[in-house]
């Protein structure tokens, strides 16, 4: 104890005879202070200008990577857009080339039943479609649906022919043959069929048998199928 | 006092030390420490893309990684190797020997795998992880780097292979427009200064860059390229041709809506690429076009007034001998029209023409129409083609040249020709590129081309009435459109041999160039079919089909309206009386459409002809003509030439074109 006081002494002693006052002393330490919050301050810029540049270069990387991939998926969907590919595409779907395959439609036109519409005008527009695609042996894609609409024709022609066949057998056998009742009759003896059949045979109005049509048919639709 | 004289040594040792480092070795430790701490770079931006004219990619690349090794780092080549090749499913093998090889060369980079993308490389990554191993990048695996590079990919494979062209691996254009523009794409080398820390993580980046790479916009119309390449692929086959080359230009705006060439390669893979596919020869290629160069005949003397659609001109007896050749039609076809002269295709009638023109006026129609001199259509390699100046011409040059021989053209030469008429007479430069731009979009060009008159209005509409005609009832008749209207010229032309030095006529070029619609013509349409072998081998059989199919295809998918005409399927008012419609090949041959040649008659002894002065006027026969029309108005123009030699004959079964059956009963439905 007598040590210190002794040294503390000393010091105020010191301090008396050297000249320097407390309010120096002070302000040293404040300079000091203010160069190291300084040198505080700058560190801690530094290295928050650090991190932001680390944070810079991998939001710049991340860029340059969504630019590459906005590229890749560019090129991707040019790729699946390429005509080539949708051909590719829709042939793996199942979808053919319509000048080599039969249509669908005419696929079903098999089933179908002879048509509800007057005969005459069904049988105008089959032969028609026959007439028409045997025309046009190119495209072999008719052809099949012709076959089908030539029998249905054939049918029609049969079913007209057996009922006017029908009638005028049943008008014989029931009522007298009288005039009248023959022109009656007269008219309703398949009058589209012949007309039909002028168009049919080669563009020229000349008047043909059915059977003759039907044999002219099957001749045009052969020769479309070869 | 010790202790300060040791703080003063102690501080005086350390400020020498400082004063040493700091003054003496300065510059080795601040390279060193710039070394530590700075990575300069050095990539390339990626190429520019190729458009079409709608904005779809024929050409763009990406970016692909390349995995390397640096064996100097690598402790374990063994180890590596055999890590690698269960990863990269390579022969490990394979793999040691060439680790171990570029280590004792100390190479330190070794390619391993290429153009990857960023999954794969990602799974790369995954799979090469090392645990314990500190490294700035991936993969975390010691001596393995990734090495950024592009890839170039086409994605439309063959579609416009060969106008866009291919690239290199290092990225230098090599055809196409990859090789003309290359400047332009050439992905310009980008300088990366980047800073890292201890860890090697980049805190700071300067970039300097050049200028960098453009994207080339095409006039090409991807959709209209692909109907038309599919066309020329299908007829090549069926026709068992050597090539085809066809081109689609439009006539308004002189653009090139489709080029192609078959058999054409896949830029994507260059093993596919050989010397017969990798040639363009609709532009660097050139054939001797034949009967479709009467087109040019015509407009010289009917530029001239030495000619009219509607006047006369005596075919004789369907034989003229010039020099010391005899040129021959396929028959005695008398006094006919030009216009049916040009229908037939009668070369008596266009070397009489010719020879109406005169050497100097022929040839300088030849080379207003631009032929002789590159079409600057901005593809690489074009060919001028051949036209010899007069002074060079032999005694039957002239007669040669009129029918299409003596001459050397390219497919796009002979569609701007015909383009040319189309257009009123005004030549438009074909040209393939619409715009060069920066990727900002900003426009850097656009291009314009040039516009030259070559022939008045009334020449191309009378010459446009002449095609007609072709098409109508000539030699074009199947290269009719359903829906629309055209016109056209048939040409088939013998090749010239090489090792006979001489024209083969065992060999030949079929061609048919036309427009369409007749009336407004909006597209030309040019094909040519090198040395068809199946079937008809004349222009006629052979390239006007595919002119029709492709037409039938591009001009609705181009919005185009069919105009005022109602198409080539009209109903026929009455029976037409059709010429022999045998297209002759060249001088004194001609071509059934079963390919079967008759050996041509030459006489070599002195020619009788009479040549017709150049600069002969015609006299003008056209009321005649008009009075029987108005007599006869259903009869077509086919028997109402008027003619007083004898006439053609028509033929004993008139055979309908396939589908007018069915085109006359869908009118009469209509009606």
Known sequence: MRKRAKNSDARAAFYKDSGISWGYLILTIICACVLAAGFFFAALQHFATMDIGFKNSSLRKQVEELEAEKRRLLLAREIALSPSEIAKTARSLGFTDAERQPQPELAVAKDREPSPRPETAALNESIERTSADTSAPARPRVVPAAVRETRTVEKANDKVEKANDKKVRVTAATEPKSPKAEKAAQPKQKPAVRKESVEVADGRPRRVSNDRVRKEQAASVLAGLR | ?671
């Open chain 2, 1 to 671: 006092m010790i202790i300060i004289a040791f703080f003063v040594l102690w501080i005086g040792g350390i400020g020498a030390r400082l004063v040493y480092l700091q003054v003496n070795q300065h510059e080795e430790l601040r390279q060193k420490a710039v070394g530590q701490r700075r990575d300069v770079k050095q990539t390339k931006l990626l190429r520019g893309t190729i458009y079409d004219r709608n904005e779809r990619a024929l050409a763009m690349s990406v970016k692909a990684k390349t995995l390397y090794a640096d064996p100097m780092r690598m402790d374990d080549v063994n180890a590596a190797a055999k890590d690698l090749a269960k990863i990269l499913k390579k022969s490990e093998k394979a793999l040691r020997e060439q680790l171990t090889d570029a280590k004792e060369a100390e190479r330190r980079f070794v390619p391993l795998e290429k153009g990857l993308d960023t999954a794969q490389a990602d799974e790369i990554n995954k799979a090469l992880d090392r645990s314990g191993v500190r490294k700035s990048d991936l993969p975390n695996y010691p001596g393995l780097h990734w090495r950024d590079e592009q890839k170039r990919s086409y994605p439309h494979g063959t579609l416009a292979a060969h106008v866009i062209g291919f690239s290199d691996a290092a990225g230098v254009g090599q055809a196409g427009i990859e090789q003309a523009q290359n400047t332009a794409l050439y992905g310009a080398v980008i300088k990366r200064q980047q800073e890292r820390d201890r860890l090697g993580r980049v805190y700071d980046e300067v970039v300097t860059e050049k200028e960098p790479p453009k994207d080339i916009i095409l006039t090409i119309d991807n959709t209209t390229q692909y109907f038309v390449e599919q066309a020329l692929e299908k007829a090549v086959k069926q026709s068992n041709a050597k090539s085809g080359m066809a081109v689609v230009l439009s006539n308004k705006t002189g653009e090139v809506l489709a080029m192609a060439n078959y058999p054409t390669f896949d830029p994507n893979d260059l093993s596919t690429i050989t010397s017969d596919n990798l040639r363009n020869s609709s532009i660097q290629s050139m054939y001797s076009p034949g009967s479709v160069f009467k087109l040019i005949t015509y407009s010289a003397a009917i530029e001239r007034k030495l000619a009219r659609s509607d006047a006369e001109i005596e075919a004789g007896n369907g034989t003229i001998n010039v020099g010391k050749r005899v040129f021959k039609d396929s028959r005695a076809l008398g006094r006919i029209t030009f216009t049916k002269a040009m229908a037939v295709s009668s070369n008596v009638c266009a070397i009489k023409t010719s020879m109406r023109v005169g050497r100097e006026g022929f040839y300088q129609t030849v080379r207003d129409f631009g032929f002789g001199e590159p079409t600057g259509v901005g593809l690489p390699a074009e060919t001028s083609g051949v036209v010899r100046s007069p002074d060079k011409w032999f005694g039957d040059s002239l007669a040669s040249m009129s029918i299409g021989y003596e001459i050397g053209v390219s497919a796009l030469q002979m569609a701007t020709a015909f383009a040319t008429i189309a257009n009123d007479g005004v030549k438009i430069q074909p040209h393939v590129i619409k715009e060069i731009r920066q990727s900002d979009e900003t426009t850097v060009s656009v291009t314009r081309p040039e516009k030259k008159r070559v022939v008045s209005v009334e020449t191309a509409r009378q010459l446009r009435t002449m095609l007609r005609e072709v098409v109508v009832s000539g030699t074009g008749k199947k290269a009719r459109i359903e829906g629309y209207s055209s016109a056209g010229k048939t040409g088939t032309a013998w090749k010239f041999d090489e090792a006979l030095k001489r024209v083969n006529s065992a060999k030949y070029i079929s061609s048919f160039i036309g427009f369409a619609p007749a009336n407004d013509p909006e597209v030309t349409i040019a094909v040519v079919m090198d040395e068809p072998k199946v079937g008809g081998r004349d222009g006629g059989s052979v390239a006007a089909p595919v002119f029709k199919e492709i037409a039938e295809q591009v001009l609705p998918h181009l919005k185009i309206k069919p105009g005022s005409d109602d198409g080539d399927f009209r109903e026929p008012q009455e029976e037409e009386p059709e010429f022999d419609l045998v297209e002759i090949v060249g001088n004194g041959e001609e071509i059934s459409p079963f390919g079967k040649t008759e050996n041509a008659e030459e006489i070599a002894e002195n020619s009788s002809e009479e040549k017709p002065k150049g600069g002969e006027k015609l006299a003008a026969r056209e009321p005649k003509r008009e009075e029987k029309r108005e007599k006869v108005p259903q009869k077509p123009a086919a028997k109402d030439n008027g003619a007083t030699g004898p006439r053609p004959v028509p033929k004993a079964a008139k055979q309908e074109p396939a589908g007018a059956t069915r085109k006359r009963i869908e009118t009469k439905q209509r009606n």
